[in-house]
């Protein structure tokens, strides 16, 4: 490989390296490690119950991102309308919670929107540092102590303390304190936050969104069961399979901690900052039922640690071909970190019960428990310094890291297609590598 002209390579084939691919005009070749692409947008069957690697519903606001969506499973999506729930309290309310109070006890309505006023109203404060002092600042007390600090530990894995406030005005809606009030005695009108409507495929799961796209790629330039071995940031050169390849940009999507490691020689305050990047494990579970669901809900927020999930999702509530007829596919993300234990498992079946999402543990089929390695990146203390060195670093090499763990961010499906997309163009405008 060492002979031929230098290309663009993309090393990750999940939908950021999808998209990529696809947008780019100069010449590209496509290396992941796995045997098929996808990264993450990818669906298991068991039995006639499909599972994605626990929900993934494509929000599309973005013009460009439609067209693709459309253009590459036409007709074959449905535009669903969503239903997320919050279980708390015994009651199940709507979501965002903190717009929509109403069906708690009235002492826990009470203590929210006193705790909204005060915010609003008190005596302020130094600018919130971290996450939990956000909420605080613009919760309130009580909304707060109910659900926000509560569910945001279970989700993140880590204490909202550490956790920086910079990340969440675009996924943590903010109401107003109308919409607070009204959502307290139920007069709320429309839906609130960034995912009120999502394109699910009609058959096969996510991963038929994935496959699709992946299919309009010339398959001459795309190589699986290609892992990065290498990457000499010196000479410009991967090495994949033993093989040497020289490159006029990297487009890099793997998680980046895997190619740090994988770059020799690094400056010593570029491996200070790598030793810094912090991510979170899940542990989830795909769990059938041999019964139709109880609950119509797509997905439902958990803050309470009586439950050993934070959400549950039911993919056959989004399309009915998720599961054969009269059954259901669920997903259990579990807020426990680490391996998945026989109790876990029957406390989870039994908080399915508790919740009224099913009759009986009986009508649990199967419950896999699986994990995902690289889940949420933690916006800690050290992240913005040690992105922006890293970055920095790496782009004045010709290496440019993308997508949700290339990019070392938090984002969705649609902002891995748009990433791609954004940094297709500046290769090849010549804004971001050598010169075309
Ligand atoms: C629990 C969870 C729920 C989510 N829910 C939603 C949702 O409801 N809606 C939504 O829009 N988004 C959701 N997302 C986000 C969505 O999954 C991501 O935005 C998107 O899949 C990121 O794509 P990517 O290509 O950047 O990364 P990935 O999909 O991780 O792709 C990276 C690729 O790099 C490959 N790779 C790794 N190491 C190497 C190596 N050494 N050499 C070569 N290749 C390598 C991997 O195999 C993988 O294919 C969710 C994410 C998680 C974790």
Same mark, same amino acid.
């Given at each position: 490989?060492?002979?031929?002209?230098?290309?663009?390579?993309?090393?990750?084939?999940?939908?950021?390296?999808?998209?990529?691919?696809?947008?780019?005009?100069?010449?590209?070749?496509?290396?992941?490690?796995?045997?098929?692409?996808?990264?993450?947008?990818?669906?298991?069957?068991?039995?006639?119950?499909?599972?994605?690697?626990?929900?993934?519903?494509?929000?599309?606001?973005?013009?460009?991102?439609?067209?693709?969506?459309?253009?590459?499973?036409?007709?074959?999506?449905?535009?669903?309308?969503?239903?997320?729930?919050?279980?708390?309290?015994?009651?199940?309310?709507?979501?965002?919670?903190?717009?929509?109070?109403?069906?708690?006890?009235?002492?826990?309505?009470?203590?929210?929107?006193?705790?909204?006023?005060?915010?609003?109203?008190?005596?302020?404060?130094?600018?919130?540092?971290?996450?939990?002092?956000?909420?605080?600042?613009?919760?309130?007390?009580?909304?707060?102590?109910?659900?926000?600090?509560?569910?945001?530990?279970?989700?993140?894995?880590?204490?909202?303390?550490?956790?920086?406030?910079?990340?969440?005005?675009?996924?943590?809606?903010?109401?107003?304190?109308?919409?607070?009030?009204?959502?307290?005695?139920?007069?709320?009108?429309?839906?609130?936050?960034?995912?009120?409507?999502?394109?699910?495929?009609?058959?096969? @799961?996510?991963?038929? !969104?994935?496959?699709? $796209? &992946?299919? /309009?790629?010339?398959?001459?330039?795309?190589?699986? %069961? #290609? =892992?990065?071995?290498?990457?000499?940031?010196?000479?410009?050169?991967?090495?994949?399979?033993?093989?040497?390849?020289?490159?006029?940009?990297?487009?890099?999507?793997?998680?980046?901690?895997?190619?740090?490691?994988?770059?020799?020689?690094?400056?010593?305050?570029?491996?200070?900052?790598?030793?810094?990047?912090?991510?979170?494990?899940?542990?989830?579970?795909?769990?059938?039922?041999?019964?139709?669901?109880?609950?119509?809900?797509?997905?439902?927020?958990?803050?309470?640690?009586?439950?050993?999930?934070?959400?549950?999702?039911?993919?056959?509530?989004?399309?009915?071909?998720?599961?054969?007829? @009269?059954?259901?596919? !669920?997903?259990?993300? $579990? &807020?426990? /970190?680490?391996?998945?234990?026989?109790?876990?498992? %029957? #406390? =989870?079946?039994?908080?399915?019960?508790?919740?009224?999402?099913?009759?009986?543990?009986?009508?649990?089929?199967?419950?896999?428990?699986?994990?995902?390695?690289?889940?949420?990146?933690?916006?800690?203390?050290?992240?913005?310094?040690?992105?922006?060195?890293?970055?920095?670093?790496?782009?004045?090499?010709?290496?440019?890291?993308?997508?949700?763990?290339?990019?070392?961010?938090?984002?969705?499906?649609?902002?891995?297609?748009?990433?791609?997309?954004?940094?297709?163009?500046?290769?090849?405008?010549?804004?971001?590598?050598?010169?075309?």
């Amino acid at each position: 490989m060492s002979n031929v002209s230098p290309k663009v390579v993309i090393l990750g084939g999940g939908l950021t390296g999808i998209s990529a691919a696809l947008h780019l005009r100069r010449p590209w070749v496509l290396f992941e490690k796995e045997t098929r692409l996808g990264g993450l947008v990818v669906t298991r069957e068991r039995d006639g119950h499909f599972f994605d690697r626990t929900g993934h519903w494509l929000h599309l606001r973005d013009d460009g991102s439609k067209h693709l969506a459309a253009e590459t499973l036409p007709g074959q999506m449905v535009e669903v309308e969503r239903r997320a729930r919050i279980f708390s309290h015994g009651a199940t309310t709507l979501y965002p919670f903190q717009a929509n109070l109403y069906g708690l006890p009235p002492e826990v309505v009470k203590e929210c929107l006193l705790g909204v006023i005060e915010a609003k109203y008190g005596p302020g404060g130094p600018e919130p540092k971290n996450f939990e002092e956000y909420c605080l600042r613009h919760f309130g007390k009580g909304i707060s102590k109910h659900f926000m600090i509560p569910y945001n530990e279970r989700l993140w894995g880590v204490s909202p303390r550490e956790i920086t406030a910079a990340w969440c005005s675009r996924f943590v809606p903010l109401p107003n304190l109308e919409q607070v009030v009204a959502g307290a005695v139920g007069a709320n009108a429309g839906t609130l936050g960034y995912n009120a409507t999502f394109s699910y495929p009609k058959q096969g @799961g996510i991963q038929t !969104f994935s496959e699709a $796209l &992946a299919a /309009r790629l010339d398959p001459t330039c795309v190589h699986t %069961r #290609a =892992s990065l071995d290498q990457l000499d940031y010196r000479r410009r050169e991967v090495t994949v399979g033993g093989e040497r390849l020289p490159y006029v940009a990297v487009v890099a999507t793997l998680p980046l901690p895997e190619l740090l490691r994988r770059m020799p020689g690094l400056p010593a305050d570029i491996e200070q900052h790598a030793s810094r990047l912090r991510c979170t494990t899940l542990r989830y579970l795909d769990l059938a039922t041999r019964t139709r669901p109880l609950v119509d809900w797509h997905w439902v927020y958990v803050p309470e640690a009586r439950f050993p999930f934070y959400r549950v999702g039911v993919y056959s509530n989004a399309a009915a071909s998720m599961a054969p007829p @009269g059954r259901g596919s !669920f997903y259990v993300e $579990l &807020a426990d /970190r680490g391996p998945v234990s026989e109790t876990t498992v %029957r #406390a =989870s079946v039994h908080g399915l019960v508790a919740m009224g999402a099913i009759a009986s543990p009986d009508d649990v089929l199967f419950a896999d428990a699986r994990a995902i390695e690289y889940a949420y990146v933690v916006f800690d203390d050290h992240y913005y310094a040690a992105t922006r060195a890293i970055f920095a670093f790496l782009e004045a090499h010709g290496v440019f890291p993308r997508g949700r763990y290339g990019g070392w961010t938090y984002n969705a499906m649609e902002d891995a297609l748009i990433a791609g997309r954004e940094v297709a163009a500046a290769i090849d405008g010549g804004s971001l590598g050598d010169k075309p």
